[in-house]
């Protein structure tokens, strides 16, 4: 046993992106979360952590939020930073309060939120698939978000921005959360024209 630790102390060092890379390979966080109301499992921010943490090896994970306006909404914005010291990966979620949430408060409201984007900011960089999630049951097609995405990628020009962002405004069978994701897709595509 002796050797065996001696020897893993001898690997070498694994760069940033060869442990994200492990880390998704390796990571496996169930469902341990029941929804009585709805009948459905799923998993928490707290779930994705706990499965995370052993496969850190010497890397650590931040989490923030922070609010941010987006046309006439506030939204929690949840960065994830992995590092390892040398280099960093990051990556976030949008999610929006609702304005009224029977038995919360505004305080608790906020944290739901927070814990929320934070699941999927979580989700992201560690390519973990909730797109059959029942609590994504609502939202349109992951597919046809990025269908969307890369269609209009692929078609964007100076002059037609302000006629995606209306189309973004005014396409029907889209929530509010991917709106939003398509408008910060557009805004970032803008600046790489």
Same mark, same amino acid.
């Given at each position: 046993? !002796? @050797?065996?630790?001696?020897?893993?102390?001898?690997?070498?060092?694994?760069?940033?992106?060869? #442990?994200? $890379? &492990?880390? /998704?390979?390796?990571?496996?966080?169930?469902?341990?979360?029941?929804?009585?109301?709805?009948?459905?499992?799923?998993?928490?921010?707290?779930?994705?952590?706990?499965?995370?943490?052993?496969?850190?090896?010497?890397?650590?994970?931040?989490?923030?939020?922070?609010?941010?306006?987006?046309?006439?909404?506030?939204? !929690? @914005?949840?960065?994830?930073?992995?590092?390892?010291?040398?280099?960093?990966?990051?990556?976030? #979620?949008? $999610? &929006?309060? /609702?304005?009224?949430?029977?038995?919360?408060?505004?305080?608790?409201?906020?944290?739901?939120?927070?814990?929320?984007?934070?699941?999927?900011?979580?989700?992201?960089?560690?390519?973990?698939?909730?797109?059959?999630?029942?609590?994504?049951?609502?939202?349109?097609?992951?597919?046809?978000?990025?269908?969307?995405?890369?269609?209009?990628?692929?078609?964007?020009?100076?002059?037609?921005?302000?006629?995606?962002?209306?189309?973004?405004?005014?396409?029907?069978?889209?929530?509010?959360?991917?709106?939003?994701?398509?408008?910060?897709?557009?805004?970032?595509?803008?600046?790489?024209?």
């Amino acid at each position: 046993m !002796v @050797k065996k630790v001696i020897e893993k102390k001898l690997l070498p060092k694994e760069n940033l992106y060869q #442990a994200l $890379a &492990r880390i /998704q390979r390796d990571l496996k966080a169930p469902k341990n979360q029941h929804n009585d109301f709805g009948g459905f499992d799923y998993r928490s921010c707290e779930d994705i952590l706990e499965a995370v943490k052993p496969l850190l090896n010497g890397c650590y994970i931040t989490l923030t939020d922070e609010m941010v306006n987006l046309g006439e909404r506030y939204y !929690v @914005k949840a960065t994830v930073v992995l590092a390892n010291g040398d280099e960093k990966i990051q990556g976030c #979620a949008f $999610a &929006r309060e /609702q304005e009224i949430r029977k038995g919360m408060d505004l305080a608790q409201i906020t944290g739901a939120v927070s814990s929320y984007a934070r699941k999927y900011a979580l989700n992201g960089l560690f390519a973990i698939d909730d797109a059959r999630d029942a609590d994504t049951k609502h939202a349109k097609p992951v597919k046809t978000v990025q269908a969307f995405v890369m269609a209009m990628k692929k078609s964007l020009t100076k002059k037609n921005i302000e006629e995606w962002e209306k189309k973004i405004k005014k396409t029907s069978g889209y929530d509010d959360d991917n709106r939003a994701v398509m408008l910060r897709k557009l805004e970032q595509f803008t600046k790489d024209l």
